[in-house]
């Protein structure tokens, strides 16, 4: 009998290796674990990178910087309000339900209640359906980035989470920073289930047998993610062989990783600009704009790109990054001590004053050195800071309440487009809207905003750059916030572990694809 067993069991053995099935495992290193599994309680690079996971969204990106169909199989343009896409047909949800039309309307109409989304989708007018496998978005104006906003719909599985919970609520609750039933359970379709979560331990994530898409390399059947903020501690911990892929990359490690026959290193010019809030609402001397450029000058960004990112960052002076349409080649940092003092003395702050500053220290690389690195520049200018850093968990719902006279944030526009750092970052804000949701400066500029919703609908390109490039240089003059740098990005792994085939610029590695020797 056991020799019948173990010749069954080499045979199955052989059987599955023969069809290159062989379960593999990836264990991998963040620096922070997603806040929660609702993909609409909170925009960001690390929800979308769990909705990649977890869900599939219509179209994604590709590293050509197209688009690649993933739900819709096709898509056409009726008319300049209207694109048709066709749905594939045959995908299951991970609770077994099928898959239609009907559950991307279900999300789109979540989206549009989602304080963080439905912003971007104001220029929507409608999603209809027109049959189990075929839907129309729908505009109010010609607009130019219907297939951009694609990329931002994850359809969720309806039935799902119809319904109410063991609390008696309503299981489509969205509400942040909350215990819905949202937030700690999900039914998607993508190649990954959650299998076990501890909030800043650890996921277990396991692989969608009936996942739709056959055709893809993956043969990735569990992740494991573990948090580790601390950057000597996951780079350690890749060297180790105690994990498999890590992310991001300090920049003071970057030379010891690449000089390492065991890994492999990864590295990509990054389009994320990270910048420094003003609130004029708590703060009445951030209402004049001379302590804000005066607080632009007293900080050098250049010198925090050499000395605390090792160069590996680009100094910024603007929201948009070389390559975007908004982009302004003129604008430069503006780093100039002297002028710094001589505009407090203009603004009548000559003595200074306090204020008090929060960021976060697991988010965005270097983040804690480099609000230290702030808060002693801001000195200079008799502006005494009180800083306090906290983990990303702890630091959204800190910077959602506004709750200090400075915050930083990091934005990449998902859209590849100049107006979504506007539209989050410097418009008005409005929670009817969702303009402004991350403008915790609390700026307001009316010409600003007339201009972005201008730019929705307009479709020659040429006059759309003018525009955005307007935007920009009035955000400039006006030193709406202090721009610092835009961050590149690092991925490292041990060898054998394919992952340059499956990370992007947008930096949402597409795992479902990640092929392991």
């Known amino acids: 009998m056991k020799k019948t067993l173990m010749l069954t069991a080499a045979v199955l053995l052989g059987f599955s290796l023969s069809l290159g099935v062989a379960a593999k495992t990836l264990r991998l290193a963040y620096d922070a674990d997603p806040v929660s599994l609702d993909p609409h309680e909170q925009l960001s690079g690390g929800m979308l990178q769990l909705s990649h996971m977890i869900f599939d969204p219509l179209i994604r990106w590709n590293k050509e910087s197209q688009f690649d169909g993933r739900l819709a199989s096709s898509w056409e343009r009726l008319d300049e309000y209207t694109v048709r896409f066709k749905l594939r047909e045959g995908v299951k949800f ?21 304080p963080d989304f439905k912003g971007l989708f104001q ?9 189990d496998y075929t839907i129309d978005l729908v505009t109010d104006k010609p607009y130019p980035l219907v297939l951009h906003m694609a990329t931002y719909i994850f359809p969720m599985d309806s039935a799902f989470y ?9 299981k489509d609750m969205l509400k942040k920073h909350a215990d819905t039933f949202a937030s ?25 047998a009936d996942y739709w898409d056959k ?3 993956g043969n990735v059947d569990e992740i494991v993610l573990t948090p580790i903020k601390e950057a000597p501690t996951r780079v350690a911990a890749l060297l180790s062989g105690d994990v498999d892929f890590i992310a991001p990359v300090p920049p003071t490690d970057l030379d010891r990783i690449r000089n390492n026959v065991k890994v492999d290193l990864i590295t990509m010019s990054g389009t ?22 005066a607080i632009v000058n007293a900080i050098n960004n250049e010198g925090i790109v050499k000395k605390i990112m090792k160069g590996f960052a680009t100094p910024a002076a603007q929201q948009s990054p070389k390559g975007y349409a908004g982009h302004v080649a003129s604008l430069k940092p503006r780093y100039d001590l002297n002028k710094a ?13 306090s204020v008090t500053m929060m960021a976060p220290n697991n988010r965005y690389v270097n983040d804690d050195d480099i609000a230290q690195a702030v808060t002693s520049m801001l000195s200079r200018i008799n502006i005494k800071v009180d800083l306090k850093t906290m983990p990303k968990a702890q630091y959204w ?12 944030i990091g934005w990449h526009a998902d859209t590849e487009d100049s107006a979504n750092f506007t539209e989050f970052l410097a418009m008005c804000p409005d929670k009817e809207t969702g303009y402004g949701q991350y403008n915790s400066g609390n700026y307001c500029n009316k010409e600003v905003d007339k201009l972005v919703i201008a730019t929705q609908g307009e479709t020659d390109a040429a006059k759309r750059a003018e525009m955005l490039q307007k935007i920009e240089q009035i955000l400039h003059d006006d030193a709406a916030f202090v721009p610092l740098h835009w961050q590149d990005l690092a991925w490292a792994a041990r060898k054998g572990v394919h992952v340059e085939e499956i990370v992007n610029v947008m930096n949402f590695p597409y795992l479902g694809d990640l092929v392991i020797d």
């Open 94 to 114: 991970h609770s077994g339900n099928d898959f239609t039309a009907k559950d991307v309307a279900w999300t789109f109409d979540r989206i549009k209640t989602s």
């Open 123 to 131: 220029p929507f007018k409608e999603l209809k359906v027109v049959d």
């Open 162 to 170: 119809t319904g109410t919970d063991t609390k008696g609520l309503a």
């Open 184 to 208: 700690v359970n999900a039914s998607g379709t993508g190649p990954y289930t959650v299998a076990e979560r501890q909030q800043g331990v650890r996921v277990d994530f396991k692989r969608f």
């Open 215 to 217: 055709k893809s390399p």
């Open 272 to 293: 994320r600009i990270i910048t420094l809030q003003l609130n004029q609402d708590r703060r009445p001397e951030f209402k004049d704009p001379r302590v804000r450029l």
């Open 341 to 353: 003092q001589q505009l407090m003395k203009d603004a009548g702050y000559e003595k200074g004053f």
């Open 397 to 408: 719902p800190m910077y959602d309440e506004r709750a200090a006279d400075i915050m930083m």
